[in-house]
């Protein structure tokens, strides 16, 4: 009984260490505070770019003659590959073979990139989240959640930064204090 007992709590241990399938409303219980909308958005994102998979590892293709595929609801999706997690877990001094060096990969429930918001050791980033990219690919969400809010808060400051970076205090003179 006892051999049963720990064979089973290894074949769980395995299985969580591998990643998880999520259903929509338990990525939409993970966000606490947010917009709905905005919630609504991200979750919406993540069922068409890795389908709720915790552990989904997409490479996007560089091949300018390749088509680009559509999504059932008829919006774009640029081609990719997708790797098994087992194959991205310990890449060669050059990555995959068939990988374009400037060609980012996206690791995760949320589809991070190792151009942008972590490390995967061999392609430069800015590494935003301070985080290995093989971290995304586990079933803890938790800090992939983090990255997340990091990477969103990055954007919105370059956003506003590129709309009105010319603005300066003077803009505020008409505000009392």
């Given amino acids: 009984m006892r051999v049963l007992v720990a064979f089973l709590l290894s074949v769980l241990g395995c299985s969580l260490a591998e990643g998880r399938l999520l259903s929509k409303c338990d990525l939409k219980n993970e966000f606490v505070n947010l917009d709905l909308n905005f919630v609504a958005k991200i979750v919406y994102y993540v069922e068409r770019m890795s389908g709720f998979n915790t552990s989904a590892v997409t490479h996007e293709t560089e091949d300018p003659g390749s088509e680009r595929r559509h999504a059932k609801d008829g919006g774009t999706v640029w081609p990719h590959s997708v790797t098994p997690r ?51 690919i586990d079933d803890d969400i938790s800090d992939d959640l983090k990255c997340l809010l990091k990477v969103h808060a990055a954007f919105m400051y370059m956003h506003i930064y590129r709309e009105c970076g010319n603005k300066t205090s003077d803009y505020l003179n008409e505000c009392e204090p």
């Fill in 86 to 136: 087992s194959a991205k877990m310990s890449p060669g001094p050059s990555g995959p073979p068939h990988q374009d060096e400037e060609a980012p990969t996206f690791y995760g429930l949320f589809q991070l990139s190792n151009l942008l918001a972590c490390s995967d050791g061999t392609t430069p980033s800015p590494d935003i989240c301070s985080m290995d990219c093989n971290d995304f």
